[in-house]
């Protein structure tokens, strides 16, 4: 994990795509989270920007719509025409293409393999959501929806893909909570609650229901504990190799100055007997 200079939740699903076949696509999941945002509204044309974004939209997830975009992108030969049509930011575009190379570097450095899933998008749905077990959300009415960990009721922004629909899914997972009025579900994916049973105890209670609340609540702390554990070992790990590479750099950087190119060390003559 600590190659990727990248936080836990998108390592995470980066090493798990390679065992679960999907790589390809989430490399480019990965890398569209790195950049602020793609889409734009420019003023007076805000219903027409709204109108083509939802052509993009993939209903049961949001990171599936910007794989969606990225993928039409491609097909268009990367064009900034086919952007500024689209009302998306070509400067972000080309960023999510940079990132996206340096992580498939770094994937073949540390020969994790790459494969394509196409298009069977359950299967990136659960990778991410191994990802992001720890930040999942339950329905609990109209659009709203509480944190499964800590209660917090969050909802489902207007630009999301789920936002609106006729089903809304029970369980989801998202990319971060962004504080206005509400709380607000930022990048949404829905997934199946026997996922999330799967993948992290602390939502045993989707299968086990023999236990008792108190039972329940304790296993879901020590849980939540040893997974935060693992997540701050790994940020301390990345930060020592930087630490580690940094010095190592500037120790050859000193050692340039010092001894320059072809020098060589100046010898007392021979011929003083010294």
Known sequence: MAEFP??????????????????????????????????????GREEEADGVREKFQVPESDHLTFLN??????????????????????KAMRKVREVRQQLKDILIQQKLDIQS?????????KCICSAYFHQAAR???????????????????????????????DYVVYHELVMTAKEYMQCVTSVDGHWLAELGPMFFSVKETGKSGRA??????????????????AQEEMRARKEAADKKEAALNKGQEIVSAGATPRRTPSRLGL
């Open 6 to 43: 990248l936080d836990p939740p998108q390592c995470q699903m980066l090493i798990v795509s390679s065992q679960m076949g999907c790589t390809a696509e989430i490399l480019i999941i990965v890398s569209m989270l790195s950049v602020p945002s793609i889409f734009y509204r420019p003023k």
């Open 139 to 169: 329905l609990k009415g109209i659009g709203e929806y509480v944190n499964c960990r800590t209660g917090m009721p969050c909802h489902l922004h207007p630009t999301s893909a789920l936002f609106g629909l006729g089903n809304t899914p």
């Open 216 to 233: 329940k609540k304790k296993q879901a702390a020590e849980h939540l504990q040893e997974m935060e554990n693992q997540m701050q070992m």
């Open 69 to 90: 975009v990225y993928n039409q992108w491609k097909q268009n030969n990367y064009s900034s025409h086919w952007c500024n049509e689209h009302f998306i930011h070509i």
């Open 117 to 125: 899933c196409g298009t069977d998008w359950d299967i990136i749905r």
